[in-house]
Protein backbone atom coordinates (compact mmCIF):
# COMPACT_ATOMS: atom_id res chain seq x y z
CA UNK A 1 0.00 0.00 0.00
CA UNK A 2 3.01 2.05 0.66
CA UNK A 3 3.95 1.94 -2.88
CA UNK A 4 0.52 2.95 -4.37
CA UNK A 5 0.10 5.57 -2.43
CA UNK A 6 3.73 7.26 -3.87
CA UNK A 7 3.44 5.89 -7.31
CA UNK A 8 0.28 8.40 -8.38
CA UNK A 9 -1.77 11.81 -6.92
CA UNK A 10 -3.48 11.14 -4.07
CA UNK A 11 -5.64 14.11 -4.24
CA UNK A 12 -6.66 13.45 -7.69
CA UNK A 13 -7.98 9.72 -7.22
CA UNK A 14 -10.08 11.20 -3.98
CA UNK A 15 -11.34 13.96 -6.88
CA UNK A 16 -12.00 11.35 -9.05
CA UNK A 17 -13.83 9.42 -6.98
CA UNK A 18 -16.14 11.90 -5.54
CA UNK A 19 -17.00 13.15 -8.98
CA UNK A 20 -17.86 9.78 -10.03
CA UNK A 21 -20.06 9.06 -6.77
CA UNK A 22 -22.28 12.16 -6.77
CA UNK A 23 -22.94 11.42 -10.61
CA UNK A 24 -23.85 8.21 -10.10
CA UNK A 25 -26.34 9.49 -7.66
CA UNK A 26 -27.50 11.52 -10.06
CA UNK A 27 -27.67 8.71 -12.93
CA UNK A 28 -29.81 7.19 -11.14
CA UNK A 29 -32.12 8.55 -9.53
CA UNK A 30 -35.08 7.67 -11.40
CA UNK A 31 -34.88 4.19 -9.95
CA UNK A 32 -36.19 5.31 -6.23
CA UNK A 33 -38.42 7.94 -7.50
CA UNK A 34 -40.09 5.27 -9.67
CA UNK A 35 -42.48 4.45 -8.02
CA UNK A 36 -43.75 7.91 -7.00
CA UNK A 37 -43.47 9.12 -10.90
CA UNK A 38 -45.59 5.93 -11.72
CA UNK A 39 -48.26 6.73 -9.58
CA UNK A 40 -47.61 10.54 -10.60
CA UNK A 41 -47.94 9.85 -14.11
CA UNK A 42 -49.94 6.61 -14.29
CA UNK A 43 -47.25 4.46 -16.07
CA UNK A 44 -47.52 0.98 -16.94
CA UNK A 45 -44.74 -1.49 -15.49
CA UNK A 46 -43.03 -1.56 -19.46
CA UNK A 47 -43.42 2.34 -19.45
CA UNK A 48 -42.11 2.84 -15.91
CA UNK A 49 -39.03 0.18 -17.04
CA UNK A 50 -38.44 2.05 -19.81
CA UNK A 51 -38.45 5.39 -17.65
CA UNK A 52 -35.98 3.90 -15.37
CA UNK A 53 -33.76 2.42 -17.95
CA UNK A 54 -33.43 5.85 -20.61
CA UNK A 55 -31.04 7.50 -17.88
CA UNK A 56 -28.46 4.44 -18.25
CA UNK A 57 -29.26 4.45 -22.02
CA UNK A 58 -27.99 8.23 -21.96
CA UNK A 59 -24.86 7.58 -20.40
CA UNK A 60 -24.37 4.91 -23.14
CA UNK A 61 -24.53 7.23 -25.69
CA UNK A 62 -22.45 10.04 -23.86
CA UNK A 63 -19.72 8.31 -22.31
CA UNK A 64 -17.66 8.06 -25.83
CA UNK A 65 -18.43 11.84 -26.32
CA UNK A 66 -16.88 12.70 -22.62
CA UNK A 67 -14.27 10.24 -23.23
CA UNK A 68 -12.66 12.05 -26.46
CA UNK A 69 -13.53 15.69 -24.85
CA UNK A 70 -11.13 14.20 -22.20
CA UNK A 71 -8.41 13.27 -24.39
CA UNK A 72 -8.42 16.56 -26.36
CA UNK A 73 -9.01 19.36 -23.18
CA UNK A 74 -8.00 16.92 -20.17
CA UNK A 75 -9.90 14.87 -17.81
CA UNK A 76 -9.89 18.02 -14.77
CA UNK A 77 -11.33 19.98 -17.09
CA UNK A 78 -14.21 17.60 -18.83
CA UNK A 79 -15.19 16.68 -15.46
CA UNK A 80 -15.71 20.33 -14.33
CA UNK A 81 -17.72 20.81 -17.27
CA UNK A 82 -19.51 17.46 -16.54
CA UNK A 83 -20.69 18.37 -13.31
CA UNK A 84 -22.22 21.77 -14.76
CA UNK A 85 -24.09 20.07 -16.82
CA UNK A 86 -25.46 17.99 -14.43
CA UNK A 87 -26.69 20.86 -12.22
CA UNK A 88 -28.41 22.10 -15.39
CA UNK A 89 -30.10 18.88 -15.89
CA UNK A 90 -31.23 19.06 -12.41
CA UNK A 91 -32.02 22.06 -12.51
CA UNK A 92 -34.91 20.94 -15.32
CA UNK A 93 -35.97 18.63 -13.07
CA UNK A 94 -36.86 20.66 -9.99
CA UNK A 95 -38.38 23.32 -12.05
CA UNK A 96 -39.88 22.40 -15.47
CA UNK A 97 -40.94 18.39 -15.49
CA UNK A 98 -44.22 17.87 -15.46
CA UNK A 99 -45.41 15.61 -18.58
CA UNK A 100 -44.09 12.27 -19.60
CA UNK A 101 -42.14 13.28 -22.50
CA UNK A 102 -40.77 16.00 -19.94
CA UNK A 103 -39.02 12.87 -18.23
CA UNK A 104 -38.31 10.75 -20.84
CA UNK A 105 -36.00 13.87 -22.09
CA UNK A 106 -34.98 14.60 -18.37
CA UNK A 107 -34.24 10.74 -17.83
CA UNK A 108 -31.41 11.29 -21.67
CA UNK A 109 -30.06 13.92 -20.28
CA UNK A 110 -29.26 12.34 -16.99
CA UNK A 111 -27.23 10.17 -18.67
CA UNK A 112 -24.57 13.11 -19.18
CA UNK A 113 -24.03 12.09 -14.80
CA UNK A 114 -23.41 8.23 -15.77
CA UNK A 115 -20.62 9.77 -18.92
CA UNK A 116 -18.33 10.31 -16.09
CA UNK A 117 -17.17 6.88 -15.59
CA UNK A 118 -15.20 7.72 -19.20
CA UNK A 119 -13.51 10.84 -17.60
CA UNK A 120 -13.18 10.13 -13.63
CA UNK A 121 -11.23 6.31 -14.56
CA UNK A 122 -8.95 8.10 -17.03
CA UNK A 123 -7.78 11.20 -15.00
CA UNK A 124 -7.25 8.80 -11.95
CA UNK A 125 -5.67 5.61 -13.69
CA UNK A 126 -3.37 7.79 -16.19
CA UNK A 127 -1.45 8.94 -12.55
CA UNK A 128 -0.61 4.41 -11.76
CA UNK A 129 2.06 2.23 -13.15
CA UNK A 130 0.34 -0.99 -14.66
CA UNK A 131 0.65 -2.91 -11.49
CA UNK A 132 -1.60 -0.66 -9.56
CA UNK A 133 -4.18 -0.34 -12.38
CA UNK A 134 -6.53 -2.78 -10.91
CA UNK A 135 -6.78 -1.08 -7.52
CA UNK A 136 -6.69 2.71 -8.69
CA UNK A 137 -9.24 2.09 -11.34
CA UNK A 138 -11.57 0.03 -8.28
CA UNK A 139 -11.03 3.16 -6.04
CA UNK A 140 -12.36 5.45 -8.63
CA UNK A 141 -14.47 3.33 -9.73
CA UNK A 142 -16.02 3.00 -6.05
CA UNK A 143 -18.61 6.12 -7.27
CA UNK A 144 -21.00 3.74 -7.61
CA UNK A 145 -21.51 3.95 -4.26
CA UNK A 146 -23.47 7.34 -5.10
CA UNK A 147 -26.28 4.60 -5.71
CA UNK A 148 -26.89 4.26 -2.21
CA UNK A 149 -27.09 7.52 -1.23
CA UNK A 150 -30.13 7.90 -3.87
CA UNK A 151 -31.91 4.63 -2.84
CA UNK A 152 -31.23 5.44 0.99
CA UNK A 153 -32.55 9.42 0.53
CA UNK A 154 -34.72 10.09 -2.38
CA UNK A 155 -37.47 7.65 -1.22
CA UNK A 156 -37.43 9.67 1.82
CA UNK A 157 -37.50 12.97 0.30
CA UNK A 158 -40.24 12.12 -2.21
CA UNK A 159 -42.24 11.37 0.45
CA UNK A 160 -41.54 14.31 2.50
CA UNK A 161 -40.94 17.28 -0.13
CA UNK A 162 -42.08 15.87 -3.13
CA UNK A 163 -40.50 14.38 -6.07
CA UNK A 164 -40.03 17.46 -7.84
CA UNK A 165 -37.87 19.30 -4.71
CA UNK A 166 -35.92 16.14 -4.27
CA UNK A 167 -33.93 16.56 -7.86
CA UNK A 168 -33.57 20.82 -6.17
CA UNK A 169 -32.38 19.54 -3.17
CA UNK A 170 -29.70 16.89 -5.11
CA UNK A 171 -28.12 19.76 -6.49
CA UNK A 172 -26.72 20.62 -3.19
CA UNK A 173 -24.08 17.89 -2.93
CA UNK A 174 -23.36 18.07 -6.55
CA UNK A 175 -22.16 21.40 -6.44
CA UNK A 176 -19.96 20.52 -3.58
CA UNK A 177 -18.19 18.15 -5.56
CA UNK A 178 -18.12 20.45 -8.31
CA UNK A 179 -16.11 22.95 -6.26
CA UNK A 180 -14.17 20.33 -4.51
CA UNK A 181 -13.22 18.82 -7.77
CA UNK A 182 -11.99 22.28 -9.40
CA UNK A 183 -9.42 22.53 -6.06
CA UNK A 184 -8.09 18.76 -6.10
CA UNK A 185 -8.41 17.18 -9.62
CA UNK A 186 -4.99 17.45 -12.04
CA UNK A 187 -4.22 16.22 -14.98
CA UNK A 188 -1.27 13.77 -15.71
CA UNK A 189 2.13 15.03 -17.44
CA UNK A 190 1.45 11.90 -19.00
CA UNK A 191 -0.49 13.01 -22.34
CA UNK A 192 -2.36 11.08 -24.37
CA UNK A 193 -3.14 12.08 -28.41
CA UNK A 194 -6.28 12.78 -28.86
CA UNK A 195 -8.38 9.86 -30.69
CA UNK A 196 -9.36 10.53 -34.25
CA UNK A 197 -12.62 8.68 -36.01
CA UNK A 198 -10.52 5.95 -38.29
CA UNK A 199 -9.00 4.70 -34.81
CA UNK A 200 -12.56 4.63 -33.05
CA UNK A 201 -13.23 2.83 -36.24
CA UNK A 202 -10.14 0.50 -35.79
CA UNK A 203 -10.54 0.32 -32.43
CA UNK A 204 -14.36 -0.87 -32.88
CA UNK A 205 -13.19 -3.62 -35.50
CA UNK A 206 -11.38 -5.27 -32.84
CA UNK A 207 -13.07 -8.41 -31.51
CA UNK A 208 -11.35 -7.86 -27.73
CA UNK A 209 -13.13 -4.31 -27.48
CA UNK A 210 -16.47 -5.56 -28.30
CA UNK A 211 -16.06 -9.23 -25.87
CA UNK A 212 -14.81 -6.80 -23.03
CA UNK A 213 -18.09 -4.36 -24.15
CA UNK A 214 -20.31 -7.52 -23.73
CA UNK A 215 -18.75 -8.48 -20.67
CA UNK A 216 -19.18 -5.33 -19.13
CA UNK A 217 -22.56 -4.94 -20.04
CA UNK A 218 -22.92 -8.02 -17.72
CA UNK A 219 -21.24 -6.71 -14.58
CA UNK A 220 -22.23 -2.98 -14.90
CA UNK A 221 -25.00 -3.16 -16.98
CA UNK A 222 -26.50 -5.85 -14.15
CA UNK A 223 -25.14 -3.74 -11.33
CA UNK A 224 -26.36 -0.11 -12.51
CA UNK A 225 -29.70 -1.60 -13.70
CA UNK A 226 -30.81 -4.06 -11.04
CA UNK A 227 -29.99 -0.75 -8.89
CA UNK A 228 -32.50 1.03 -10.62
CA UNK A 229 -35.17 -1.90 -10.65
CA UNK A 230 -34.90 -3.30 -7.31
CA UNK A 231 -36.89 -0.31 -5.55
CA UNK A 232 -39.68 -1.38 -7.74
CA UNK A 233 -38.76 -5.24 -7.62
CA UNK A 234 -39.46 -4.72 -3.55
CA UNK A 235 -42.42 -2.31 -3.76
CA UNK A 236 -44.67 -4.13 -6.08
CA UNK A 237 -43.29 -8.21 -6.27
CA UNK A 238 -43.36 -7.96 -2.14
CA UNK A 239 -45.38 -5.23 -0.97
CA UNK A 240 -43.31 -3.05 1.15
CA UNK A 241 -43.67 0.68 0.96
CA UNK A 242 -41.85 2.79 -1.38
CA UNK A 243 -39.80 4.01 1.81
CA UNK A 244 -38.88 0.38 3.00
CA UNK A 245 -37.82 -0.51 -0.56
CA UNK A 246 -35.79 1.60 -1.28
CA UNK A 247 -33.60 1.13 2.02
CA UNK A 248 -33.67 -3.08 1.21
CA UNK A 249 -32.45 -1.69 -2.19
CA UNK A 250 -29.49 0.39 -0.38
CA UNK A 251 -28.50 -3.14 1.61
CA UNK A 252 -28.47 -5.29 -1.18
CA UNK A 253 -26.92 -2.61 -3.17
CA UNK A 254 -23.83 -1.53 -0.55
CA UNK A 255 -21.82 -4.78 -1.51
CA UNK A 256 -21.82 -3.65 -5.31
CA UNK A 257 -20.82 -0.29 -4.27
CA UNK A 258 -17.85 -1.08 -1.93
CA UNK A 259 -16.24 -4.18 -2.78
CA UNK A 260 -15.52 -3.36 -6.45
CA UNK A 261 -11.97 -1.50 -5.16
CA UNK A 262 -11.81 -5.52 -3.54
CA UNK A 263 -12.81 -6.47 -7.09
CA UNK A 264 -9.69 -3.71 -8.48
CA UNK A 265 -7.15 -5.55 -5.39
CA UNK A 266 -8.01 -9.22 -6.09
CA UNK A 267 -7.58 -8.98 -9.85
CA UNK A 268 -4.08 -7.44 -8.81
CA UNK A 269 -3.10 -10.28 -7.39
CA UNK A 270 -4.60 -13.47 -9.48
CA UNK A 271 -6.05 -11.96 -12.55
CA UNK A 272 -9.13 -9.90 -13.55
CA UNK A 273 -10.01 -13.01 -16.04
CA UNK A 274 -9.79 -15.97 -13.08
CA UNK A 275 -11.70 -14.00 -11.21
CA UNK A 276 -14.39 -12.83 -13.42
CA UNK A 277 -15.43 -16.61 -14.29
CA UNK A 278 -15.61 -17.22 -10.60
CA UNK A 279 -17.69 -14.08 -10.34
CA UNK A 280 -19.76 -14.76 -13.44
CA UNK A 281 -20.83 -18.07 -12.63
CA UNK A 282 -22.18 -17.69 -9.14
CA UNK A 283 -24.19 -14.59 -9.95
CA UNK A 284 -26.05 -16.28 -12.33
CA UNK A 285 -27.01 -18.79 -9.61
CA UNK A 286 -27.56 -16.73 -7.42
CA UNK A 287 -30.04 -15.04 -9.59
CA UNK A 288 -31.43 -17.86 -10.93
CA UNK A 289 -32.42 -18.33 -6.88
CA UNK A 290 -33.70 -14.85 -6.98
CA UNK A 291 -36.17 -15.98 -9.47
CA UNK A 292 -37.78 -18.67 -7.36
CA UNK A 293 -39.20 -15.83 -5.53
CA UNK A 294 -38.29 -16.82 -1.80
CA UNK A 295 -39.05 -15.13 1.47
CA UNK A 296 -38.00 -11.64 0.75
CA UNK A 297 -35.34 -12.03 3.58
CA UNK A 298 -34.07 -14.66 1.70
CA UNK A 299 -33.51 -12.48 -1.74
CA UNK A 300 -31.84 -10.00 0.48
CA UNK A 301 -29.48 -12.04 1.41
CA UNK A 302 -28.91 -13.45 -1.97
CA UNK A 303 -28.82 -10.28 -3.77
CA UNK A 304 -26.75 -8.69 -1.21
CA UNK A 305 -23.97 -11.92 -2.12
CA UNK A 306 -25.01 -11.13 -5.50
CA UNK A 307 -24.28 -7.69 -6.27
CA UNK A 308 -20.99 -8.04 -4.32
CA UNK A 309 -20.00 -10.12 -7.37
CA UNK A 310 -21.26 -7.51 -9.71
CA UNK A 311 -19.33 -4.96 -7.94
CA UNK A 312 -16.05 -7.58 -7.98
CA UNK A 313 -16.84 -8.05 -11.52
CA UNK A 314 -16.56 -4.17 -12.48
CA UNK A 315 -13.20 -4.22 -11.07
CA UNK A 316 -11.61 -7.53 -12.71
CA UNK A 317 -12.92 -5.76 -16.24
CA UNK A 318 -11.12 -3.04 -16.02
CA UNK A 319 -7.99 -4.50 -14.38
CA UNK A 320 -7.83 -6.58 -17.86
CA UNK A 321 -8.37 -3.16 -20.19
CA UNK A 322 -5.53 -1.79 -19.58
CA UNK A 323 -3.33 -4.76 -20.14
CA UNK A 324 -4.71 -5.21 -23.78
CA UNK A 325 -5.01 -1.44 -24.70
CA UNK A 326 -2.30 -0.11 -22.17
CA UNK A 327 -1.81 3.01 -24.85
CA UNK A 328 -5.81 3.55 -25.38
CA UNK A 329 -7.11 3.56 -21.99
CA UNK A 330 -9.09 6.64 -22.53
CA UNK A 331 -11.07 6.12 -25.08
CA UNK A 332 -11.43 2.11 -24.64
CA UNK A 333 -12.56 3.08 -21.04
CA UNK A 334 -15.70 4.96 -22.78
CA UNK A 335 -16.50 2.32 -25.42
CA UNK A 336 -16.60 -0.23 -22.83
CA UNK A 337 -18.59 1.87 -19.97
CA UNK A 338 -20.78 2.55 -23.23
CA UNK A 339 -21.77 -0.67 -23.53
CA UNK A 340 -22.05 -1.16 -19.48
CA UNK A 341 -24.47 1.29 -19.84
CA UNK A 342 -26.51 -0.01 -22.89
CA UNK A 343 -26.53 -3.26 -21.11
CA UNK A 344 -28.08 -1.40 -18.02
CA UNK A 345 -30.77 0.31 -20.36
CA UNK A 346 -31.94 -3.15 -21.55
CA UNK A 347 -32.42 -5.08 -18.44
CA UNK A 348 -35.10 -3.39 -16.76
CA UNK A 349 -36.78 -2.59 -19.87
CA UNK A 350 -37.07 -6.34 -20.32
CA UNK A 351 -38.20 -6.67 -16.73
CA UNK A 352 -40.99 -4.39 -17.11
CA UNK A 353 -41.69 -5.55 -20.55
CA UNK A 354 -42.39 -9.65 -19.06
CA UNK A 355 -43.86 -8.44 -16.06
CA UNK A 356 -46.69 -6.75 -18.33
CA UNK A 357 -46.77 -9.84 -20.20
CA UNK A 358 -46.87 -12.39 -17.56
CA UNK A 359 -47.74 -10.58 -14.40
CA UNK A 360 -44.40 -11.41 -12.21
CA UNK A 361 -40.84 -10.26 -12.29
CA UNK A 362 -39.85 -14.25 -11.83
CA UNK A 363 -39.60 -14.58 -15.73
CA UNK A 364 -37.09 -11.44 -16.13
CA UNK A 365 -35.02 -12.76 -13.41
CA UNK A 366 -34.98 -16.31 -14.68
CA UNK A 367 -34.35 -15.22 -18.31
CA UNK A 368 -31.06 -12.71 -17.05
CA UNK A 369 -29.87 -15.85 -14.77
CA UNK A 370 -29.76 -18.04 -17.97
CA UNK A 371 -27.40 -14.81 -19.81
CA UNK A 372 -24.82 -14.98 -16.54
CA UNK A 373 -24.39 -18.75 -17.79
CA UNK A 374 -23.97 -17.95 -20.86
CA UNK A 375 -21.83 -15.29 -20.43
CA UNK A 376 -19.23 -17.33 -17.86
CA UNK A 377 -19.57 -20.11 -21.03
CA UNK A 378 -18.30 -17.02 -23.44
CA UNK A 379 -15.50 -16.12 -21.05
CA UNK A 380 -14.20 -19.79 -21.11
CA UNK A 381 -13.61 -19.77 -24.59
CA UNK A 382 -12.26 -16.23 -24.61
CA UNK A 383 -9.63 -17.36 -22.20
CA UNK A 384 -8.66 -20.18 -24.94
CA UNK A 385 -8.26 -17.34 -27.61
CA UNK A 386 -6.57 -14.42 -25.66
CA UNK A 387 -4.15 -16.67 -24.14
CA UNK A 388 -2.64 -17.06 -27.63
CA UNK A 389 -2.93 -14.02 -28.91
CA UNK A 390 -2.64 -11.83 -26.26
CA UNK A 391 1.62 -11.19 -25.02
CA UNK A 392 2.70 -13.27 -22.58
CA UNK A 393 2.64 -10.41 -19.70
CA UNK A 394 -0.35 -9.33 -20.52
CA UNK A 395 -1.66 -12.74 -19.83
CA UNK A 396 0.33 -13.04 -16.81
CA UNK A 397 -0.77 -9.39 -15.49
CA UNK A 398 -4.33 -9.89 -16.60
CA UNK A 399 -4.65 -14.02 -14.99
CA UNK A 400 -6.22 -15.08 -18.67
CA UNK A 401 -6.39 -19.06 -18.37
CA UNK A 402 -6.89 -21.47 -21.07
CA UNK A 403 -9.31 -24.38 -20.10
CA UNK A 404 -8.03 -25.94 -23.16
CA UNK A 405 -4.41 -26.26 -22.21
CA UNK A 406 -5.40 -27.40 -19.14
CA UNK A 407 -7.50 -30.28 -20.42
CA UNK A 408 -4.83 -31.41 -22.66
CA UNK A 409 -1.93 -31.36 -19.93
CA UNK A 410 -4.31 -33.29 -17.65
CA UNK A 411 -4.76 -35.89 -20.61
CA UNK A 412 -1.11 -35.84 -20.57
CA UNK A 413 -0.86 -36.39 -16.95
CA UNK A 414 -3.83 -39.33 -16.88
CA UNK A 415 -1.93 -41.23 -19.81
CA UNK A 416 1.54 -41.24 -18.54
Known amino acids: MKGFMRAGHLPTLIAALLYF ?47 AIGDR ?102 AAVLAMFFVLAKDSPQRVAPTSRREYG ?47 TTTVVIAGSLLRPAGGWLADRIGGYRLLVVLLALFGVCLGFVAMLPPVAVVVVLLFFGMGMLGMGNGAIFQMVPQRFPDRIGVVTGVVGAAGGLGGFFLPTLLGVLRDMTGTYATGLAALAVVFVIGTIVLLELGARWSERWSPAACRQAGVYSYRVALRRSSGERAA
Open 202 to 248: ALLREPDTLWLSFLYSLTFGGFVGFASFFVTFFHEQYGLSRVAAGDF
Open 21 to 67: DVSFMVWVLFGPLAPFLREELGLTATEQGLLTAIPLLGGSLFRPILG
Open 73 to 174: IGGRRTGLFGLVLTLATLAFGWRFAHTTLHFYTLGFFLGISGASFAVALPLASRWYPPRYQGLAMGIAGAGNSGTLLATLFAPRLAERFGWAATFGIAMIPV
